[in-house]
């Protein structure tokens, strides 16, 4: 066991001073990861159900096919590494605006970091995802049309609760429509949130897709010894 707390990393960014810690949580004895932006925390270790649980329950949607999937947000790395548990996962794009965040991982600055970043299928992008999106460019910087089995995405806190303004757009019917073109027929669009279900955004969700639903994912939340809640909205393209 490391020390109580160790800052290993920090950087100044467009959005802020990104930092990477690790502590010891005294509720379980257990060794954290925590990313802060500035004062606010960003994410952490001891929660990651709902993370994986966007990737599980995205591509439990699709059918039994290979799968080209991009995930949008890096973090901690518990999105892609669930997404490549898929046998069906061929290629997996991960698409993160902070080069510090990229560069954890490359360093093994988390401790399964090695399990994202040598597999074959895994290629790291250094770019905004809603940039990426809004100017048309694409998520594959070798083939700007290219359309994909599934998007995941975990970056902002909530649909209403962004990390930056520019980020807004996403989750209007405009944004989540130009969303959409990048996925093929049956694709599937998976958004991890903070926040509870939200009837307005699936409002939107449904104007822009075939179909859209809320799924709400508890877990034990240890600091508080009760259960807390994330949100995963999952819309599909019609075949």
């Not at 960003?42 to 991009?70: N, Q, W």
């Not at 698409?95 to 040598?118: C, F, Y």
Request: hydrophobic share 45%; proline share 5%.
């Amino acid at each position: 066991m490391h020390s109580r707390l160790a800052e290993l990393d920090w950087a100044a960014t467009r959005i802020g001073e990104i930092s990477l810690r690790r502590r010891v949580e005294p509720t379980t004895r257990t060794e954290v990861y925590e990313v802060k932006l500035g004062d606010e925390y960003l994410m952490s270790s001891l929660f990651t159900v709902a993370e994986e649980e966007l990737a599980r329950i995205t591509l439990a949607a699709l059918p039994d096919a290979p799968l080209d999937v991009v995930v949008g947000g890096l973090g901690l790395g518990y999105t892609a590494r669930a997404a490549l548990t898929d046998d069906r996962v061929r290629s997996l794009i991960v698409v993160e605006a902070l080069a510090p965040v990229i560069d954890w991982h490359r360093r093994e600055l988390l401790p399964q970091s090695r399990e994202l970043t040598t597999d074959p299928r895994t290629t790291l992008v250094e770019g905004d995802f809603f940039a990426l999106l809004r100017d048309g460019t694409g998520f594959d910087p070798a083939a700007p049309d290219r359309r994909f089995e599934a998007i995941l995405v975990d970056i902002d806190h909530s649909p209403v609760n962004v990390l930056d303004p520019t980020h807004a757009d996403l989750y209007t019917t405009s944004g989540l429509r130009r969303l959409g073109r990048f996925l093929k027929p049956g694709g599937a669009f998976g958004l991890w949130s903070d926040d509870a279900p939200d009837e307005a955004f699936l409002a939107v969700l449904r104007e822009c897709f075939a179909t859209a639903t809320a799924h709400v994912v508890t877990f034990a939340n240890p600091l508080t010894g009760g259960t807390s809640a994330n949100t995963v909205y999952l819309a599909t393209v019609a075949c």
